[in-house]
């Protein structure tokens, strides 16, 4: 055998100690639950909802086990531990909040299958002309685009990275700085578009689902669009400026880079008919979601209706059976798993009870301080969850009970934290995005952290600047 081809030795026993370690610990932790003396604040339920709750965060951090894998484990775990009935754990597959996620995979499968996706991306880039600085912009406002039919941040940066990765080299594009801003910029702006709308991230379908659940408040489409696109939009427009000088392209490269985009739109060819086909049911889709007032149809119908039609006869972008390979299956377990321990929080008090020490470390403090412990808080959550919606799942049922405790409105207090959860750009491993044109080798740590910082600091300033005043002008009073 190649010794190339040798499995690595160390590595396997390392994966495996760490697997050995991490479930170890879920026992330990879950198990000691049921020792440590019960408190007037935490009773045997919620102490034991802890230790499930720090495993569940063990697991989904570690990455031992696939992530639907935890999930299951975590809602076996509060079933065996009298947390919640099986009935009302596995009831939350039933949410409709989860169809409106198989509907956007389709989707998302069906412009990827036409080639739809990499036709818009490169018409975007190329009317940039070749200009360095407005290749970088481009390729941000592209990325951005397609947050509005692909619901991954992973799945928009793998087009856009893609498409990059045909204009290096020979492509045109050279010059180091420029490839850095252009393999920032793409995970970057993924993350940052995730929460402009309702559909730009499983996580913020998750979100919603948790609004209308627990607080009784039910997002449309426009009304999200409305609420975090200018942060989003914002923060994007200052990235840019921000990497141009990070990283200021050298000149001269113009004519070919130019020469590159062309290559590759010619490589594409006409217009074909199933790309006609798409096009036509995503106008159709968005124009459902934005007149959701006129037709009283909710985002998750829309989307159905869109996806139902790829499969029709004379129509037929899909078929099932490849589609059925395409969708995250496991991601909706992912997803009731957290609207179960959201669930099991709520009813056990828990939520509440930690609301309260959190209430009291922050007691008097001005509500750009509430707004700016909460988005803290976030960051602080995706240090260790790559996932959003795993982050949300965590802190958003206890964010919603820290409201009344800071005498603010939990639908205010709570987009704080939909638009924290992008707060990721510190380290390769806090996004898939990120970690994935890491491994491309166009930037390093240090221009990483250099650019990370920056745009952390900036959509911080965004989300609180829109939560003291924007937001109460668009009927969103944190009062």
Not at 32 to 52: C, N, Q, S, Y
Not at 263 to 274: E, S, W
Not at 313 to 320: A, V
Not at 365 to 386: E, F, I, S, T, Y
């Amino acid at each position: 055998m190649n010794p190339e081809n040798k499995p690595d030795i160390g590595a396997e026993a390392l994966t495996d100690l760490k697997s050995h370690f991490c479930l170890g610990a879920v026992l330990l932790m879950i198990g000691g639950a049921h020792l440590v003396p019960e408190t007037a604040d935490f009773d045997r339920a919620k102490l034991v909802l802890i230790g499930i709750l720090a495993s569940a965060i063990l697991l989904w951090s570690l990455e031992v086990l696939d992530a639907a894998v935890s999930a299951l484990l975590v809602m076996v775990a509060m079933v065996l531990n009298g947390i919640a009935p099986l009935s009302r754990v596995w009831g939350e597959m039933g949410d409709p909040i989860l169809g409106l996620i198989v509907a956007v995979y389709v989707v998302a499968f069906a412009v990827k299958k036409s080639g739809l996706d990499r036709r818009i991306a490169l018409a975007i880039i190329a009317a940039a002309g070749g200009r360095a600085g407005l290749v970088l912009l481009a390729v941000m406002a592209t990325t951005y685009v397609f947050a509005f039919f692909i619901p991954t941040a992973m799945g928009r940066a793998a087009i856009l990275l893609s498409v990059a990765g045909g204009l290096t080299g020979a492509g045109g594009m050279t010059d180091r700085n420029l490839l850095k801003g252009v393999f920032i910029g793409i995970p970057y702006v993924s993350l940052l578009a995730s929460s402009a709308t309702i559909t730009g991230a499983s996580g913020m379908v998750y979100a919603a689902g948790l609004f209308a659940g627990q607080l009784g408040f039910s997002w449309s489409y426009m009304a999200w669009l409305a609420a975090f696109t200018p942060i989003a939009l914002v923060t994007l427009a200052l990235s840019w400026v921000l990497l141009l000088w990070l990283f200021p392209p050298q000149r001269g490269e113009e004519a070919a880079l130019a020469e590159g985009l062309r290559r590759q739109r010619a490589d594409l060819g006409k217009v074909t008919p199933g790309e006609w086909k798409v096009l036509a049911i995503l106008f159709l889709m968005l124009g459902g979601w934005m007149s959701h007032d006129l037709y009283g149809l909710d985002t998750a119908t829309v989307a159905l209706v869109a996806a139902v039609l790829f499969f029709l006869p004379g129509i037929e972008i899909i078929r099932w059976r490849e589609t059925a390979k395409a969708v995250n299956w496991g991601s909706l377990v992912l997803f009731a798993c957290g609207l179960a321990l959201a669930d099991a929080m709520a009813a056990t008090g828990l939520a509440k009870t930690l609301a309260l020490h959190l209430a009291s470390l922050l007691d008097g403090a001005p509500l750009w301080a509430a707004a700016a412990g909460v988005a803290l808080l976030m960051a602080l959550v995706r240090l260790g969850l790559n996932n959003i919606t795993s982050a949300l799942a965590v802190a958003l049922p206890v964010v919603f009970s820290l409201a009344p405790g800071l005498g603010v409105s939990p639908v205010w207090l709570g987009m704080v934290a939909i638009a924290g959860s992008c707060l990721a750009f510190l380290l390769p491993s806090q996004s898939i995005a990120t970690l994935a044109s890491y491994g491309m080798r166009h930037f390093g740590m240090r221009d990483l952290r250099r650019a990370g910082l920056g745009v952390t600091g900036l959509l911080a300033l965004a989300i609180v600047l829109a939560a003291l005043y924007y937001w109460p002008l668009i009927g969103y009073s944190p009062a």
